[in-house]
């Protein structure tokens, strides 16, 4: 099998496992949104601001340090393993000693209290970063999507929806969220064949170390991804940080679904090619190539229908969503593609350069979130929303210049996407608007086929132009799609 076809092949399957652990999180979130009040899930997502910071550590300094070698011993994967759950350890210890000083910040000693059980994730964190990273080696994606599927079945749906059904309130979340880590962690390690024996290799560790940089980047995505949650819950309180935090999630259920899976299959692949400049330059474009117009349609579907997501995810009484929801899904190119541009620098050597951008990211991010406050959890979404998009576009001339790749390509590709956008949106919203006096499932149901539509026939007619040289090889696919689109939207008789 050709490393191109390998790279799909992956991406495929992690994607299938995505999609399927976002049905069963967005069921579950559907349920517990009814049952649950903002504050509530503002609560935990304060909490979650301290608990994400595991998260980004282990998968920089124990996932990445893995996947980067071109083969690991028995020893190198033990140590890994080891050093890891030691300082799950010792993250452990710093939450329960500052729980009361986060309560502090936050003004509420629930999220202190909620932290002290949410903090149980954090060695299965562990388990998973290097059983995960294991199996990305060995291309069993397979095997990782299986475990997050099974995770969020077990812990998000017969765990926590029964615990919010009998009053427990936040305390469902966490308790769910816990034991889908464990469950996750015990499935990926088993399928990975961990050992879990301690062992302490010097120069295996002297290599994990060497991963620090990476890692403090890492850190640093942190502080921009969840720095806006923390002026959200301070300056506005849990009710506020509800509702932004569930538009983010909304956002973060497509981010996981399409660009986690591909961040996981292209930093092995550019890897792979690091050796051969031209051939990594000619994997850098094509990603773009076909990535920049997919989040660019999916991004024009999922502003047009926000009602309609937001009242199917999390019910009617969540209407303030939608605004935050639309802001976050207008930088869904941004948001997923900048991962292509980071691992094509990872991949180039340059992980230490990823420190400053994720630190110019955080400061993009915080100080958008604070000058958004005034204008309330929309303009927090909106100026976050602008930080993203600026940082894309660091990102991308960062790749474009250590790759001494040329920007124009690139610049035309965001162009073909924005008119193949364009052009989408204007019937989607045009037909949603014109029977706007239909039930709400039915219009946008009729304008969402619509646009669909729009879609397809323009990419059947010039794929080469919309998405590349490769953009030949999914004319049959195109056809074949309108064909059934036809069928079922022309009445026979």
């Not at 350890?89 to 939450?95: N, R, S, T, W, Y």
């Not at 937001?310 to 900048?338: E, H, M, N, S």
């Amino acid at each position: 099998m050709s490393s191109k076809a390998k790279v799909l092949k992956g991406f495929t399957m992690l994607v299938g496992g995505r999609i399927g652990s976002a049905l069963v999180s967005v069921l579950s979130t559907a349920i517990l949104a009814r049952l649950l009040s903002p504050n509530d899930f503002g609560l935990v997502s304060a909490a979650l601001v301290v608990l994400a910071l595991a998260n980004v550590i282990f998968d920089g300094a124990f996932g990445v340090s893995l996947i980067k070698k071109q083969s690991v011993s028995v020893a190198e994967q033990r140590t890994t393993l080891t050093v890891a759950m030691l300082l799950s350890l010792v993250l452990i210890a710093l939450i329960v000693l500052l729980s009361p000083q986060i309560g502090f910040f936050f003004r509420s000693e629930s999220v202190g209290d909620l932290l002290y059980v949410a903090a149980l994730t954090i060695p299965f964190k562990a388990v998973f970063a290097v059983s995960s990273a294991t199996l990305q080696r060995d291309s069993r994606f397979g095997s990782i999507a299986v475990g997050s599927l099974v995770g969020q079945i077990f812990g998000n749906v017969l765990v926590a929806v029964p615990m919010a059904l009998w009053g427990f309130g936040p305390w469902a979340l966490v308790v769910g969220m816990v034991l889908a880590g464990a469950m996750e962690a015990a499935i990926v390690a088993f399928k990975a064949k961990i050992s879990l024996r301690p062992e302490l290799e010097k120069a295996a560790f002297r290599d994990l170390t060497s991963s620090a940089l990476f890692s403090l980047a890492n850190v640093m995505n942190w502080v921009a991804n969840t720095g806006a949650n923390a002026v959200v819950g301070r300056s506005m309180g849990f009710y506020d940080l509800g509702i932004y935090s569930r538009g983010w999630k909304l956002l973060d259920l497509v981010v996981g679904i399409t660009a986690t899976p591909l961040s996981r299959v292209l930093l092995p692949a550019f890897s792979s090619r690091r050796d051969d400049p031209l051939r990594l330059a000619a994997s850098f474009r094509q990603a773009f190539h076909l990535a920049v117009p997919a989040y660019a349609c999916m991004s024009v579907f999922l502003v047009v229908h926000a009602q309609l997501i937001v009242y199917a995810a999390l019910g009617a009484k969540w209407d303030q969503t939608i605004l935050v929801a639309q802001f976050f899904f207008a930088a869904l190119v941004p948001r997923c593609a900048f991962k292509i541009s980071e691992n094509f620098a990872v991949a180039a050597g340059r992980s230490g350069a990823a420190v400053v951008r994720q630190f110019i990211y955080a400061a993009l991010m915080v100080g958008g979130a604070v000058l958004g406050l005034s204008h309330g959890v929309s303009g927090v979404a909106l100026m976050t929303s602008g930080a993203v998009t600026i940082f894309y576009i660091i990102s991308i001339a960062f790749a474009l210049r250590i790759g001494n790749i040329s920007a124009l390509p690139i610049f035309w590709i965001h162009c073909k996407a924005g008119i193949l956008a364009a052009v989408i949106a204007t019937a989607d919203a045009l037909l949603v608007w014109t029977f706007s006096e239909w039930p709400l499932i039915l219009r946008h149901v009729v304008g969402g086929t619509g646009g669909a539509v729009v879609m397809l026939a323009l990419l059947s007619a010039a794929p080469s132009f919309w998405l590349g040289p490769a953009g030949e090889s999914y004319i049959p696919r195109i056809r074949q799609m309108i064909r059934k689109v036809n069928l079922v939207s022309i009445p026979k008789g």
